[in-house]
């Protein structure tokens, strides 16, 4: 299939991918814009996470269609993926725990063709975003509470000067007031421009922080819509928010 003209970041056409033998996303279609935080919602075991792996090319698709800006991203590796600009912040942070929080956040910014300015300039910026980083800039990650290390991965992913950041789990294992700050903080990013695919367990946080939202069951999308109109959804509220129809 030829790239098609558009200028979505993610497209996604029936795409297929899973582990070995073991079939995971069946036909996924899917489109994330620029400037939009877009949630990905579902039960546990619906696949959010593996779309995410497939995403960044951790994982091999194998059917199916993946195009960003028209470019076709299908079969790409993951350094090629994160060289265009798709970076995933994982579930579990996965950072390198024995080195400093600044070392971890130049680590984001690796691959890029920047200059020193450059990165220092994004380096302030994400300690302006989250100042509980600055102070502990010279710590090891390592000893980082369970919100900062989320803190740090969030700002790895930024010094990566992401096309579209994709966060899996904001918010697990983390104390609502934690959580509500980096709920402002991805406000404030993304009032500044910063595009993000997120995949939260808590639905009211995603549906009420989103512009848009997807909903995955078993490998499949099976509703998507605003935030607003998924909240007002009887179905949705039913299965995933805990209440019954009224
Ligand atoms: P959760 O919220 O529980 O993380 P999820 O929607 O992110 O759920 P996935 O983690 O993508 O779901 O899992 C989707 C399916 O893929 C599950 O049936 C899971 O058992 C399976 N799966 C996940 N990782 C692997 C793996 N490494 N090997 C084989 N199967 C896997």
């Known amino acids: 299939m030829p790239p098609v003209a ?73 350094a090629e993926i994160l060289a265009h600009g798709i970076v995933h912040v994982p579930e579990g942070r996965r950072l390198f725990g024995a080195m400093s929080v600044e070392e971890n956040l130049l680590m984001g910014a690796y691959l890029r063709d920047a200059s020193r300015a450059e990165i220092n300039r994004d380096l302030e910026q994400v300690y302006a975003t989250f100042p ?6 010279r710590q090891a990650a390592a000893t980082l509470s369970g919100g900062e290390q989320q803190m740090c991965a969030i700002g790895r992913g930024l010094m990566s000067a992401p096309l579209l950041l994709m966060i899996d789990e904001l918010s697990l294992g983390l104390s609502p007031l934690l959580v509500d700050q980096l709920v402002a903080a991805l406000r404030e990013l993304n009032a500044g421009g910063t595009s993000i695919l997120l995949v939260e367990q808590d639905v009211t946080i995603a549906l009420d922080l989103c512009h848009r939202a997807f909903v995955m069951d ?21 299965a995933y928010l805990g209440v019954l129809h009224e």
């Open 6 to 78: 558009s200028s979505l970041i993610l497209e996604l056409k029936g795409l297929c991918a899973g582990y070995g033998e073991i079939q995971v996303l069946w036909g996924i279609d899917l489109e994330v814009r620029h400037g939009e935080i877009t949630a990905l919602i579902g039960s546990n075991g619906a696949g959010k996470t593996t779309l995410m792996r497939a995403l960044s090319g951790l994982i091999p698709t194998t059917a199916g269609n993946y195009f960003s800006e028209g470019r076709d991203l299908t079969g790409d590796t993951a």
């Open 132 to 137: 509980k980083l600055r102070e502990r800039r």
């Open 218 to 238: 078993m490998g499949r999308i099976v509703r998507s819509g605003s935030g607003s109109e998924l909240l007002a959804d009887p179905i949705v509220r039913d």
